[in-house]
């Protein structure tokens, strides 16, 4: 039996066509069911539902075979004990820079200048302005980032942008995308090892699903 880590939300409805092309559906639906264990349609999978920060620890524990993850979860994590074969090219955005409307961004960050920047994103974004010679301040938040530079905690963030109607609906603009994001299939590297048989069909499945993409 193979344990498959998801997150509810974008991670789960984008992966579950991936699923149906492999002809595997989900026994319950993760929005309505409060149960955090779930049935497939195929006797050798199970799915369950973790918080998306959380699917790397269950993999790399071992807990779950495998799991989708976006980028951005992976590189604040790490990928110790981690296998990253696919790239599914599902729940896509993009990490960016991102200030008030009227802050003049480029002044701020010439070479010796010091920034507050509040984001999630401690790790990417701290490597990103060490590499522009830009001293950033950095403030960890867990959510609503898009609150922080409105009320003058910081002069910047470092966020996701999809549509970038978020932004614009609190008055930001995004100054500086730093790299694009995609969910990737995470396999636990011992699991790997041990379950190649039982594992590669489900690896096969999703390498031709995100083909098909
Ligand atoms: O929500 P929760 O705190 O439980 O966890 P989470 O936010 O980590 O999970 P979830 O399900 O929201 O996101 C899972 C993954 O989806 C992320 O790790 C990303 O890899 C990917 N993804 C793709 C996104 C977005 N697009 C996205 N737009 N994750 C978050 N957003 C947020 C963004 O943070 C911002 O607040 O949506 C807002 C911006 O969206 P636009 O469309 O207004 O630009
Ligand atoms: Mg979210």
Redesign the pocket.
Known sequence: MLTLAL?????FEETLPMLAKAGITVSEDPETSRKLILGTSNPNLKIIIV???DVPTYVQFGAADFGV?????LIENGLDGLYMPIDLGI???RLSVAVKEGFDYNSAVKQGARLKVAT?YVNCAREHFAIKGVHVDLIKL?????LAPLIGLADAIV???????????NHLVEVEPMMT???HLIVNQASHKRNRKELQPFLDAFELAAQKK
Do not use: F, H, P
């Open positions: 997150s509810k939300g974008r991670i918080r998306a920060s993850a976006g980028q951005d979860v729940a896509k955005c999630k867990y959510g609503s980032m898009e966020d996701l942008v999809s549509t970038g109607n978020t932004l614009k609906a994001i995609s969910a």
